[in-house]
DNA sequence: CTAAAATCGGACCTGTAAATCCGATTTAAA
DNA sequence: TTTAAATCGGATTTACAGGTCCGATTTTAG
């Protein structure tokens, strides 16, 4: 569903927004809980940080923290930077234009299921996932 | 959503199922009709074969038809010979096992679109499909 | 019978996502 | 002021899905 660096992003994000404010944590420390490639996790964060998800605190004593609060955070911002902006996953069958107007054999029926899972993305939020689980 | 592979295999069955009764098409045929390198084709089709979605006519004049009426043909069966069985992809933090006993933090949020995902597979038929679109 | 046309299937090549490595830079504690 | 600990970021390597190639086999048209 998600690419493995876009299930990474994910996680990071719920591991910070569960150490709420307390400051940043580094990389090391995070990879070694989550079970990510540390030099890996690192690159993936920058990424977060260009995207305005994350702010990074250098030198001593620095890490990641979140930049935004949890209930401002939806899904999609998280994971988008690491989907291919084009194929933005509308069409089954893998046409460059498929529409209302130009639809493929499948995008009648597929459009509910598509449009449930843009949706799920795009408004669900760190926080509504907060305290979920372990 | 679908590998690259699923995807070239649902748009064969869907051309075989366009052309009903009329004997086995070949390979090349319908590489070129549908813009798929033709010996990779060939490949998706000997696993559709495997797995009683297609049957292939070996020798002259041979090639590749529906082993089944489209009515009976599921798109679960088209495509997930080429998913990879473990993961389900029912977890999104990609856990190895997620379930309502032992939930991800996002497992009961995401829970209603996993499921109707699965569910748009295992009930819609290549029938469902045939005549919409182009 | 022969030859052409097709699938079969294994070995090989390739492009890209995933992962690693390492030096440069920044900062705070000692 | 020095040093340790952290991010930054580009170059490189690795693993695997995607794709190619080709010889063996099968079958039918002529």
Redesign the interface.
Known sequence: ??S?TA?YA??AV?YLAARGETGAVGVEAMAGELGIPPSYLSKTCQVLVRHGVLESVRGRSGGFRLALAPERLRLACVVDPFEDETER?HC???RATCSDQH????????K??SE??AR?FRT?TVA???G???
Chains 1, 2 share one sequence.
């Open positions: 569903m998600l493995q299930e994910l996680r719920l996953r089954l069958l893998g639809a493929c054999a499948a995008h009648a029926s597929w509910a299921t449930q899972i799920y669900t509504d996932l907060q979920r689980g372990r």
